[in-house]
């Protein structure tokens, strides 16, 4: 398709468990950018690259919160030893360049982690 | 910081009703606006977007204005369908580039016929 695509669409994780979130943006789309979720509330920013550079992490709430995207395009978001309070919908973004100011964001269906 | 607020849902109309979704924001600088809209089942899509004062966006029959003296972006339509019944998100993104969506949080539209 030519949206964006997240994989898994439902994850339920034990709590301790690492789990991995993967998104496929726009193909040739330079921007990319993780949100999160929780029930009742808009979106929240996490991290945002351009290409594989990763610009800006400021909004991941602890180290155990991980994101890459190696080769520009693909990106994995991965949270280490989940905790109950990480359960939220994990939104993916991408845009051709720069933000939202000059590019539209294009969203995908998100991961909805639910940690038990 | 940055931020937006909206009014709470969830809002019932019936069919052919106006609808007005109240947004403020607290910005520093010249924010650009947005609206997004989640139906069911989808992702978030934009609706409209304005980038300076006092410029109206407009789509499928939804507008807003962009008031810097009120710091307001109102959703407005005239006749509501049932298919507009989605979740509806104000937004801002701050004067810098590259920067992420702030997002308010969202309004719940249930339309009825």
């Known amino acids: 398709g030519a949206g964006v695509s997240q994989s898994p669409r439902y994850k339920v994780a034990k709590r301790g468990q690492d789990v991995a979130l993967r998104c496929d943006p726009i193909s040739g789309h330079v921007s990319l950018f993780w949100y999160q979720q929780a029930l009742g509330q808009g979106p929240e920013f996490l991290t945002y690259f351009q290409n594989e550079a990763q610009l800006d992490k400021s909004g991941l709430p602890s180290d155990r919160f991980f994101a890459e995207r190696p080769e520009g395009s693909v990106s994995t978001l991965k949270i280490q030893r989940t905790q109950q309070e990480d359960s939220a919908v994990y939104l993916c973004?991408?845009?051709?360049?720069?933000?939202?100011?000059?590019?539209?964001?294009?969203f995908g269906q998100g991961t909805r982690l639910t940690v038990v | 910081g940055d931020s937006v607020t909206q009014m709470e849902g969830p809002v019932t109309l019936s069919e052919e009703a106006f609808l007005t979704i109240n947004c403020t924001y607290t910005a520093t600088g010249y924010p650009s606006l947005f609206w997004y809209v989640q139906y069911p089942g989808e992702g978030l899509q934009l609706l409209l977007k304005?980038?300076?004062?006092?410029d109206k966006g407009s789509n499928k029959g939804f507008e807003a204005t962009y008031r810097k003296e009120t710091t307001s972006f109102h959703l407005e339509k005239g006749s509501v369908q049932v298919s507009d019944s989605a979740v509806y998100f104000c937004a801002l993104s701050p004067n810098q580039a590259g920067t992420a969506l702030i997002f308010g949080k969202g309004t719940t539209l249930s339309v009825s016929s």
């Open positions: 304005a980038t300076k004062a006092d």
């Open positions: 973004a991408s845009s051709l360049a720069g933000g939202p100011r000059n590019t539209e964001a294009f």
